[in-house]
């Protein structure tokens, strides 16, 4: 390997590092709230460690595209600011041979997305669930929070849940019995759930007696200073769908023997992010080579239109209606402008057009 291509090499690998350690840790911050509420709601350490290694990589093949771009536009600018690109060129070596490191990277970060996306991410994304849901379910407080989402059936509930997940004040829980069609009402100044075991405070439970077929049912009214329950009954309040239809963590092959729209959209969106690092590794190239006398209006709108492009096409693709011609200008149409664009930007750069 040529001096210059272990030193554009080496370059680039340290600002690649440091970016991706960074957003690294930016995700895991975001993300540790999270994390916390479920230890505390009853899940192990070795849970949480699994279900941060798996959140970490569900996000890896964005997190590449954005440290590629990074990374090449930095190296970029570096050795232009510095003059070593002047110098490398009036030695005879062309532009293409300078940074051809750079995109031997884009294109190895590109094989590295299709293992990511078509084996790791849909993996991830199943242990994701499988952990969530039995997290979720040891701790009712925790499960009853969680209404706004399909894992109770009939349960409509609002309190004021603590940080730590084990303690909520104000209480209105409302149970809707669909064999009889009627609503049971439970009110609550405290619920606190401790040993396996849900502990309330000043709850009224609001039901009724059934009685003849022409005859109004008796409505009971049941007020306790104090009560408890064991986790077990609410656990049996759980929905659980008897078959899977989130397609992220649908296989290479089930979505290609699956006919259904929303399985194709799945399959565009991930082809699109496979080609994410290489596509942006070489619009890095083209920013990075511009000084700072002629970074002005038009160029800083070509990077921001080439990104807004991308990521506009990327969520258009998760409408499954669309026609199949659409999704696969969407899916290959951005990459193939920014890359051509790009290319013709670095040759006008190289020319002194720009």
């Known amino acids: 390997m040529p001096i210059i291509w272990r030193y554009v090499t080496k370059t680039y690998l340290k600002i690649f590092a440091l970016t991706l350690a960074t957003l690294f840790g930016l995700s895991f911050l975001i993300k540790h709230k999270k994390l916390t509420l479920l230890i505390v709601a009853g899940a192990t350490y070795k849970q949480a460690f699994l279900l941060a290694l798996c959140m970490l990589s569900i996000t890896l093949p964005h997190i590449i595209g954005i440290c590629s771009f990074i990374s090449s536009l930095l190296t970029a600018y570096k050795l232009n600011s ?11 070596l062309s532009f293409s041979r300078i940074f051809t490191p750079i995109y031997f990277a884009g294109g190895f970060l590109m094989l590295v997305n299709i293992f990511l996306v078509f084996e790791v991410i849909p993996y991830s994304k199943l242990l994701v669930n499988k952990l969530y849901q039995e997290s979720q379910t040891i701790n009712p407080l925790v499960l009853l929070r969680k209404n706004a989402l399909p ?25 809707f019995l669909e064999t009889e069609k009627k609503i049971a009402l439970l009110l609550a100044e405290n619920l606190n759930y401790a040993n396996k075991t849900l502990e309330g405070k000043k709850v009224a439970l609001i039901s009724y007696f059934p009685s003849e077929p022409d005859l109004f049912d008796h409505l009971i009214i049941d007020n ?43 399959l565009f969106q991930r082809i699109s992010k496979i080609f994410y690092p290489f596509t942006f590794t070489i619009l890095g190239l ?12 038009q160029n800083l709108t070509f990077l921001l239109l080439s990104t807004f492009g991308y990521f506009a096409s990327f969520f258009a693709l998760k409408n499954a209606s669309i026609p199949l011609f659409l999704a696969i200008f969407y899916t ?16 006008k750069i190289v020319e002194g057009e720009i």
Request: aromatic residues 8%.
């Open 332 to 347: 290959l149409g951005p990459h193939l402008l920014i890359t051509f664009f790009s290319f013709m930007r670095q040759k």
């Open 224 to 266: 306790q200073a104090e009560t408890s329950s064991p986790e077990s009954f609410f656990i049996s309040l759980l929905n659980r769908p008897s078959k899977v239809r989130d397609y992220d963590v649908f296989s290479l092959q089930a979505l290609l023997e699956s006919s259904r729209p929303s399985a194709k959209s799945e």
């Open 286 to 297: 083209s920013a990075g080579l511009l000084s700072r006398k002629k970074l002005h209006k």
């Open 82 to 92: 510095s003059g070593e690109i002047t110098s490398l060129r009036a030695s005879g």
């Open 151 to 175: 894992i109770l059936k009939n349960v409509y509930t609002e309190m004021n849940l603590s940080s730590t997940g084990s303690e909520s004040n104000n209480v209105l829980i409302a149970y």
